[in-house]
């Protein structure tokens, strides 16, 4: 039989050997153990053959010999003596399978039977001869005076005929045994041959060699596992290549989203330092000319000079109301003076002079105390929320709310006018995205979308944990 190598894995546990034996060497011992025991079945098969027919034949010969031999002594006894008797048999010699011996009264043996000529010298094992030897047969007949003639079955030469063709059944079958595993370990080593190139590219993957790709495997089975091993290598290499940008792209729109914060942060700043900068010192600039300019109305010393300083406190006044109408689209100074209700209040009231025929409401159940970047983006929310819904949904009432929980604020705009169009979500709504960012980066969600019976609703939802 042919073995190759164990391949167990190392340590001091050698337990369970055979599942870690390499694939040949299971396939190879399966196929030598299988061959083994078709010759020992076959060998022990034809050893019981063998041992019927040498019975059969033993038996038969002994019968027939017995028979004979005993009536022809009879014969010459009836017509000699013990002499006549003896002469006969040494005539006889030596009868196939049967040992005759001729006793006189006394016990004294007067003839025995020479040994076999047929392979002469030879004698099967032992072990073999307790294996095939029949029951020995002695047949006995008296002859005149006394006489008698024993006939025993002798199965020596049959048995050892049977020695030698088992010798050769044997040699045939352990030569068949070495050239059968031989074959077998020769083709299963071919089929085998691109395991190792398989378990190599599966190693390369392991390390990281996503690149890495596997020849084209002789066989069917191979070249299959083979053509899966690339579809999967290519597979996993387009998957973390896709992972790998989109983990880029994910860290530049943080990045981005950082930078548009810090952006609307300075801006939120500049916009605060101009409107202060319009109220305190534009503000009272202009209220300054509009004071001279009445003085001058009041003083002047003729028609004309007194009309162009009117004219010049009118545009004054135009002006002084044009700037602190843009103040709080710049940023609602009064939200810290006055605080985030009553600047909700203040801005309805602005827009509802504006759309006198819209009935615009807010209300306000809030009574925690919110820091300043949650103050300035819920009002935000509320603005740009009230606006969109004026220029653009034909609304006739336009509701703000603001309510809180344990958990957050929760502000909505509703409007009953004619919701949203149906393509509002295609790129180009920076205003709402805006309003997304600012909530969402203080862990906020930020929906809007139509409700029923009609209309649209924003909804900014704000934790309380949230950076102040």
Do not use: C
Request: glycine share 8%.
């Amino acid at each position: 039989m042919i073995f190759m190598s164990v391949g167990a894995a190392p340590g001091p546990d050698r337990g369970g050997t055979l599942t870690r034996m390499k694939l040949r060497t299971r396939l190879n011992s399966i196929v030598a153990g299988l061959t083994a025991t078709f010759v020992i079945v076959l060998i022990a098969a034809e050893i019981n053959d063998t041992r019927s027919s040498v019975n059969e034949e033993i038996e038969a010969a002994n019968r027939v010999g017995a028979q004979l031999l005993g009536r022809l002594a009879a014969i010459y006894s009836r017509e000699g003596d013990a002499d006549t008797v003896r002469q006969f048999l040494v005539q006889l010699g030596h009868v196939r399978a049967n040992d005759l011996v001729l006793r006189a009264p006394n016990g004294e043996v007067l003839y025995r039977s020479p040994g076999a000529t047929y392979k002469a010298g030879r004698e099967a094992p032992a072990w073999f001869v307790r294996l095939l030897e029949p029951s020995i047969a002695i047949r006995t007949f008296g002859l005149r005076g006394g006489v008698q003639l024993a006939v025993t079955a002798n199965a020596s030469r049959a048995i050892l005929d049977a020695w030698d063709n088992f010798k050769k059944l044997f040699a045939i079958g352990a030569v068949m045994l070495v050239l059968v595993n031989g074959l077998v370990f020769w083709l299963v080593n071919q089929a085998l041959a691109p395991f190792p190139v398989i378990v190599t590219g599966l190693k390369r993957l392991e390390e990281g060699d996503l690149a890495f790709r596997l020849p084209v495997l002789a066989g069917f089975e191979a070249h299959s596992i083979g053509s899966a091993f690339n579809r999967m290598a290519q597979a996993v290499q387009d998957k973390v290549q896709a992972e790998r940008k989109a983990i880029e792209a994910e860290t530049r729109l943080e990045e981005g989203r950082e930078l548009a914060a810090l952006v609307e942060q300075r801006i939120e700043e500049e916009r605060r330092l101009i409107a202060h900068e319009l109220h305190d010192e534009f503000g009272q600039s202009v209220t300054a000319i509009r004071s001279l300019a009445m003085a001058i109305v009041t003083q002047a010393p003729n028609p004309a000079t007194g009309d162009t300083a009117k004219l010049i406190a009118d545009e004054a006044g135009r002006l002084y109301d044009a700037m602190h109408g843009l103040i709080p689209r710049l940023v609602p100074l009064s939200l810290d003076t006055l605080g985030l209700a009553d600047t909700l209040e203040n801005l309805v009231r602005d827009w509802q002079r504006r759309y006198p025929d819209v009935q615009l409401s807010a209300h306000n159940e809030v009574s925690e105390v919110l820091g300043p970047t949650v103050t300035l983006t819920i009002y935000r929310v509320a603005q740009e929320g009230l606006i969109n819904a004026l220029r653009h949904a034909q609304p006739t009432r336009v509701e703000i709310a603001l309510s809180s929980d344990h958990e957050q604020i929760t502000l909505t705009v509703t409007d009953d006018g004619v919701g949203l169009p149906k393509d509002w979500s295609r790129p180009g709504h920076f205003g709402l995205r805006g309003l997304a960012d600012r909530v969402e980066h203080l862990g906020g969600r930020f929906t809007v979308g139509n409700h029923a019976p009609q209309g649209a609703r924003l909804t900014a939802r704000i934790p309380l944990m949230a950076e102040a």
